[in-house]
């Protein structure tokens, strides 16, 4: 069932709204702008998955990108404060949104989602 659903670009589309809204609350309004326009894209990419347009998965794969470098900039300068502590559920939360914007790229760079988005038509 998993393997079923992580060739879905329905499935696929949804599930990557998850690590775009995965921030921490320390952080929350620094990057919440950033946030807004990831999730504006990702509704563009839902429209797309859903007219079946092959845009929609090199916008999704962008977003994904994106998101991944942007947690990966953010996680070094913020996880250990200034008096040398480190926030583990800023740790934690950012290396969960980063492994999942990774496994979301992957899949959905693979063939059989380009295949069944084009084929929506």
């Not at 504006?40 to 470098?69: D, E, H, K």
């Not at 947690?71 to 070094?76: A, G």
């Not at 800023?90 to 989602?113: C, N």
Request: proline share 5%.
């Amino acid at each position: 069932m998993l393997n079923r659903m992580l060739k879905s670009p329905k499935a696929l589309v949804f599930l990557q709204f998850i690590p775009v809204l995965l921030i921490p609350p320390s952080i929350f309004r620094q990057v919440a702008v950033l946030a807004v326009a990831e999730l504006l894209f990702l509704i563009a990419v839902v429209i797309g998955v859903y007219q079946g347009r092959a845009w929609s998965q090199t916008l999704s794969i962008f977003v994904m990108g994106f998101n991944f470098i942007t947690k990966l900039m953010l996680i070094f300068p913020h996880l250990v404060s200034e008096s040398g502590q480190v926030d583990v559920l800023f740790g934690v939360i950012m290396v969960t949104s980063i492994a999942l914007s990774g496994a979301l790229l992957y899949y959905m760079d693979t063939p059989e989602v380009a295949v069944r988005i084009a084929g929506r038509r």
